[in-house]
């Protein structure tokens, strides 16, 4: 909805100017066209072009009502100053003409109302100054000048006020204006991203205290329990809630509240996913392999829950009780917007006829869910002592990120 409405600004600056440098240039046309016959003394060809140009702009301006197509006006109008100006400058001395700065004006204005349009002009009049100075040669001698000795200087006089009004009164004044209102535009849009942003990291804390306060009653309620398979899913679900909890207390922390730098997070996961299950003082050996690399919410959020799943299965089931085992979490990029990972441990490992779909195992269905969530693809590697995935996923769209089937 905001961006039309920018648009419409946009376009409504443009012919605003368009139609200032337009009446004004007319304007003067036609008092340049009364000064030549009344004052300068200039009858031949000249004055007849800035009455015809001045009266082609003001019809042009008056037709641009009913067909309200900008860029036709301006096409129209610089060709009309592109014609006129070539004309009055072969007739008032060739390349040392005093008005050939307004051959200047029109590539300003072409760059005022469009980049295509400002290079075009650009390309156009160098050419024309090119072929001006050309024609001026002793070879070709084409820059007959119908401005009387008398009348030179006061013709250059008002060339020159003609160009320099035109661009700094008119054009100059109103990039002015439009720069400032840029300025503000820019200022305005600025405080409030660092209002949101501030707010975003108000909400990742406040999400992040959510999280530890629903990880302290999961805590306390295990407590109270005696049977150890109710006790070992509540704190099952305890880690879910924490590892959730990092990444928000990572966004919270950091500057850019967008992404996170994953692989401090998973160092952090994985090492308290072993002091919770095996104690500080564990025979487990972690290898670790990821490289530099920021992820979205969207993306961290499953991936550390499915990271949780696996470490936490190979910690309780793989590698048992005080016995010494390996585990590992390599990561790499894998094209554009995928990545790959190796992830196991060197434990008993599981049959190999059981798996999500065959099982009662929460934790085996949500490591599955939530590689679809990621857009991925697991393999079990058999190759390998233990349990050991390879998963294939995808960045998640910050914007559309896909639901957990």
Not at 326 to 336: A, E, Q, T
């Amino acid at each position: 909805m905001q961006k039309p409405l920018l648009d419409q600004e946009r376009l409504k600056d443009k012919t605003n100017l368009a139609f200032r440098v337009n009446y004004f240039s007319s304007v003067f046309s036609l008092l340049f066209f009364l000064a030549c016959l009344n004052i300068l003394n200039i009858y031949k060809v000249i004055p007849w072009v800035f009455l015809a140009f001045g009266l082609l702009n003001l019809f042009t301006n008056v037709i641009h009502k009913y067909h309200k197509n900008l860029y036709a006006t301006y096409i129209a109008t610089s060709i009309y100053a592109m014609i006129s100006a070539t004309i009055i400058i072969l007739f008032s001395g060739g390349i040392n003409s005093p008005f050939i700065f307004i051959l200047a004006l029109v590539v300003f204005s072409g760059y005022a109302t469009n980049r295509i349009y400002g290079k075009i002009s650009l390309y156009l009049n160098l050419a024309l100054i090119i072929l001006i100075y050309i024609l001026g040669l002793p070879k070709y001698n084409f820059t007959p000048n119908v401005v009387p000795n008398e009348s030179k200087d006061l013709f250059a006089l008002l060339s020159i006020l003609f160009s320099v009004f035109i661009l700094g009164a008119i054009v100059g004044k109103h990039l002015l204006r439009v720069h400032h209102s840029l300025y503000r535009a820019k200022r305005e849009m600025t405080k409030r991203i660092n209002e949101k942003e501030t707010l975003l990291k108000e909400i990742h804390h406040r999400v992040k205290n959510n999280l530890q306060t629903i990880s302290s009653l999961l805590s306390l309620q295990s407590n109270n329990i005696e049977d150890k398979k109710m006790k070992n899913l509540i704190k099952s679900s305890q880690n879910r809630v924490i590892s959730m909890a990092m990444i928000h207390e990572m966004l919270y922390m950091r500057d850019d509240i967008s992404k996170i730098d994953y692989k401090s997070y998973v160092i952090e996961l994985c090492e308290y996913l072993i002091r919770s299950i095996k104690g500080p003082d564990s025979n487990i050996k972690l290898s670790l392999d990821i490289p530099d690399i920021r992820l979205g919410i969207n993306t961290a959020i499953p991936l550390g829950l499915l990271i949780n799943e696996i470490i936490t299965n190979a910690l309780k089931y793989g590698i048992k009780g005080e016995y010494e085992g390996n585990i590992y979490v390599d990561l790499k990029r894998d094209g554009d917007n995928g990545y790959l990972l190796k992830i196991g441990d060197d434990g008993t490992g599981y049959p190999d006829n059981v798996s999500h779909e065959n099982t009662k195992s929460l934790g085996l269905k949500l490591i599955h869910n939530l590689t679809r969530q990621l857009r991925g693809v697991i393999i079990r590697d058999f190759s390998k002592k233990g349990t050991n995935y390879v998963i294939n996923f995808k960045e998640i769209n910050e914007h559309f990120p896909d639901e957990v089937s």
